[in-house]
DNA sequence: GTAAGAAGTACGACCGGTCGTTCGTTGAAT
DNA sequence: ATTCAACGAACGACCGGTCGTACTTCTTAC
């Protein structure tokens, strides 16, 4: 029965290969965090890892094909070191700043070259339609929307007040964490980091309740 | 004695010339806005504006003067849209919010075909060096360094306390901007330029003196 | 258990097209 | 008459992508 387990119709992953493809979308993530996706060569990316750009095409049937695998790739990579560890903190105001804490964390270890993935790619794809620019816009409102569930789990526990607007919190947590990754790509100055924590403490100790 | 007020040592510039040169410029920062600096290509402009290619290189040597060309282009834009018109307004408070009304009206306006031209084009070259990223990185300085500047007067003036963090609130004030451009262009939403107002209004309000 | 064969992996050579750039020339403005 | 503005043609390099072909792994039949 052991062989029932694999794929519904497709029965055909090799061993090799998915490490090959792992190691692609692997570097593919870190050159597109500093060439953007559009900027990414094939060739350059199959020299990068040393192999020919033909053998690329056995794991990618088209380039877009390749920039929405390099996504999802990025995405694994992101919820492993940001999300995850966040989502097994306590709902609420805690949950929020352990999501603000892994992010500034994730830039401060160079988990990508160059900050975070999506900032760069986003701002890069934002105005060329497509579906790589649909995917990345759905990962960005996926993850204003995980501060948007936490902060209404803060409202829930009565850790902020009813009254506070969370969509305007949202917005307003986002933008702090959309500038400092821009600002520590640029100068890479750790006081920036410490910005955006004192901003987003006055942000959240302003929603607390009075009292 | 009137071929002396010419330039120093060129005596060159042609009438047709200062405009074709303009038609070129105006193109590029309209195209760099949704592009990149990096992703306009030098047919495509050209093609854009019913010229040939090599018609171009009569005003630029190389693509990497041109994209310097085009970053002045687009301060120009800017200034004359945004700054100048905000700096005939009283210093202090009322300059921080003619700046961020002017950006907004810049956003709305449409100036750009997809927002803030440095926004787009200052993410793309954070993470690569060269002369065209340092001058985008000095863009943004001197654009946060107008909003210290008004923030000073208003300290000066005694519109916000002595106690406010200036260098924090210009962060906070420009992550808020930063943001709202990134939304603008992917939403097209009104909705989100309000929320910016908002969200200067809370931090300007909130570094005011008591009383 | 193993041999046969199907399928995945990777390669080098090559395609048409576009990239940034150079050159020599022509026509128009100064 | 001089000089700039613009052109078409052409360049070498690289782009994304295809093709035929070897080698390797996995599955299947015996």
Redesign the interface.
């Known amino acids: 029965m052991k062989s029932a387990t694999a794929a519904s119709l497709a029965r055909k992953p090799r061993a090799d290969g998915v490490a090959s493809r792992h190691a692609i979308l692997d570097a593919a993530c870190r050159l597109a965090?500093?060439?953007?996706l559009?900027?990414l060569s094939i060739g350059e990316l199959a020299e990068h890892i040393g192999m020919s750009k033909s053998g690329l095409y056995a794991h990618f049937k088209s380039k877009e094909e390749l920039q929405l695998a390099t996504i999802d790739a990025a995405i694994s990579i992101f919820n492993a070191d940001v999300l995850e560890p966040a989502r097994k903190s306590r709902p609420g105001l805690a949950r929020v700043n352990a999501l603000v804490e892994g992010f500034l964390g994730h830039l401060a270890r160079r988990v990508f070259?160059?900050?975070c993935f999506f900032?760069?790619v986003?701002?890069?794809l934002?105005?060329?339609p497509g579906r790589p620019r649909d995917k990345i816009?759905a990962v960005?409102q996926s993850w204003a929307g995980e501060f948007a569930r936490a902060l209404e789990q803060a409202r829930e526990a009565g850790e902020i007040g009813p009254g506070v607007?969370r969509?305007?919190l949202v917005?307003?947590l986002?933008?702090?964490l959309?500038?400092?990754n821009?600002?520590w790509?640029?100068t890479e100055d750790p006081g920036?980091l410490e910005?955006?924590r004192?901003?987003v403490k006055?942000l959240l100790s302003?929603a607390k309740r009075p009292g």
Chains 1, 2 share one sequence.
């Open positions: 965090t500093t060439h953007g559009e900027g070259p160059a900050g900032a760069t986003a701002a890069q934002a105005a060329r816009v960005q607007d969509a305007q917005f307003e986002m933008a702090m959309f500038l400092v821009f600002e790509v640029v920036v910005k955006a004192l901003g006055r302003a």
